[in-house]
Structures are given as structure tokens and as C-alpha cells.
């Protein structure tokens, strides 16, 4: 609880100076300062109490409804990359690092020509969406897939998985949630307002490709609650990969919030009670949802029987533990042949990809030799 007292504590020493001044004027004055001290310390412990339990909780809340988004490494990305013979130059957050810096240098048209993939589409609540349309490298692709990437995070998390899906034949769409990449900002809901955004693109991607294609859904982490809440408005989904994904976001802010890792400076922000409750009833407050509405888990048991999935987690996956994907994974209702985990032990959180892409390909086209027509 160490994070909470030093903030209160910084708040409550901001006013000591008006109590310097007052000080000052008494003294010269030549009156007594006892009656100024003696209410002075107890106004800042009261002051400290209210801003332990009351101010610091409330600020926290209205920085993640209303400043939460993509951390400032990604923020230059600007679309996929693909080079002259139609293959992607994989980008990541080391790769735009380097750029940043001045240590990389890319072609101007290369950057010109992956600008011009985004599509501007509108979604709920004023929003507009970027999307970026990653053509098949095939006349006749076998599926076209919507990616969605997870919290502080934007398009180029999801292109790795993009170039695996490009490889069997398919076509990608990359989206950017509201807040994150160049999408435009509304408050911040975890996935619920979010899903709004999914269901927009999905109906953008048919209008442009068409109704044949069969269309798969890919989401991590926070894109795989909104994903998840958006299947049930989108209609002719052929397949469904999850990542890492969120079966609850009451309990999955908690584990957030209580983060603890040796060696991680993270870890000096973790929570205890009733720090993290105060803070997440302030977030849902600040952007007019409650938490515990966001249930991912209790939509996919009510999938289609007959729709292909794929859920993925890692053993040391302390945001989605295993424990909870295995649980979501018992909930899905169609038969065994049509739906398969695949937990790696050794596994964080959205890293498989880059880990073990062989084995994340083999996945993914097991997944795509399994979509329903």
C-alpha cells in the first residue's frame, strides 16, 4: 500500500504552504501560533484520510476512464509494411523504438503506401476507427480475419498473427479500439462500448469483401472481450482464436491491479484493499458502466454449436490465468472436434506468437481447416 500513502501524502503536503504563509503573517503579527498549528494538523489529517480513501481512488479512476491508451513506444505506428515482393515487414514496439531514435531508416514510399491501408470507419458514441485492410496473397483467400489487439496496445501487436494468417491464405483486417492507435477517444469501458467497435468493422469488412468469404474473429486479451461481447450482433462468423483472453473484467482488474513481480517496477504500484475496489467502483463510475456486466465467459456459452474456436494461454500468464481459460474453455458448448486450448506453461500474456510461431501457425491452421461453410 506503499503507492497510496505517498500519493495522499504528497496531496495532503500540497496545502501545508497556505499554513507557512498564514505562519508568517501570525508571527509578524506577533500573535500566538499554537491555535494555528494545533488546526492545522488535524485539518491534514483529516485531509489525509479523505485523500487516501477518497481523492487518490477517484484520480486513478478518471485517468483510466479518460487518458488510458496506447503506450507512447507504439504510438508512431502508422499501418503494415509489406516490401516489394508483397511479404510484411513485421513492425513491433523494438522495431519503432528504433525508428524513434533514428537508428532505422525507411523508405518514404514504404511508409506512404502503409498509410494508405487504414480505413476511417464510424463506430458508437462519436468514435471514429482506424482500420487497416491487409490484402490475401491469393486471388481467392481462403477466410478473411479480424484481428483486435489488447489494452495499451494498437494495430502493430497483431501483426505477427496477421503475416501466420496471410501465409494460409487469408485475408487481415487490423482494427484499432477506441483510445488506442489512431482511433479517437471516448471513456473507457473494457471491452463493453469497445465491442461497439468490432461490430463496426466486422460490417465495414463484409461491405468491402463481401458476404462469401468466411469471416474469423482473432482478439487478445482486452480485443478478445470485445470481440467476445460483439459475436453475438455479427452474424455469419465462421471462426473464433482468443488470446490470452479475459473470461471476467471485475476479477481480471483486480489481478491488474494487484500485479506483483520480482525485479518488475511495476510491482510499486500494486494494490492491496480496499484501494483496488475503490478504484475500479471510480473507473465505472467516471465512464457510467459497472465491471462486473463485463462477462465475456457467460457469452461464449452461448455460442453456436457448430462455430469453430481456439482459445490460447500461457502457464505464467498472470492477467488471464490458466485457470480461468481452461474454465471458459469447459463453458464452450460445441462438441470436442470444433473446439481446442492450447495452454503453454512457460507462456506470459500475448507472447506465444512471437515465442513459438510455429507452433502458433499449426494452431491457427487447424483452426482455419476447421471453419464452418
Known sequence: MTFPLIAALVLTLATMPVVFVLAIVQWLRRRPQRRLWRTALWTHCVLFTLHLFATFPLALGYLGAHHLGTRPPDRPYAGPRLDAGGELLVQST????????????????????????????????????????????????????????????????????????????????????????????????GGLRESDDVVAAAAHVRGVVGPRTP???????????????????????????????????????????SFRRPGDRRSWFAMVEPWRSLIIAALGAWSGFRLTDVSPVEVLATLPHDLPVLLIGGGQDNRAPAATIERMFSRLPMPAELRELWIEPLGGHGDLARQMPAEYRQRLAALLDRLRR
Open 94 to 189: 523494438s522495431t519503432l523504438r528504433a525508428e524513434s531514435r533514428g537508428d532505422v531508416t525507411v523508405a518514404p514510399d514504404v511508409v506512404a503506401a502503409a498509410k494508405a491501408r487504414a480505413h476511417r470507419i464510424a463506430s458508437s458514441d462519436g468514435v471514429t476507427l482506424r482500420l487497416f485492410r491487409l490484402e490475401a496473397k491469393v486471388a481467392e483467400p481462403r477466410a478473411v480475419v479480424l484481428l483486435v489487439h489488447g489494452l495499451f496496445r494498437c494495430a502493430v501487436e497483431l501483426e505477427v498473427v496477421a503475416g501466420m494468417f496471410r501465409d494460409l491464405g487469408c485475408e487481415c483486417w487490423l482494427l484499432d479500439l477506441r483510445n488506442h492507435g489512431g482511433s479517437t477517444r471516448a471513456p473507457f469501458t
Open 215 to 257: 469471416l474469423v474473429l482473432y482478439g487478445v486479451s482486452l480485443g478478445s472481450i470485445a470481440s467476445a461481447l460483439a459475436l453475438p450482433r455479427i452474424d455469419g462468423v465462421a471462426g473464433v482464436v482468443f488470446d490470452s483472453p479475459i473470461e471476467d473484467l471485475h476479477a481480471a482488474a483486480h489481478r491488474m491491479l
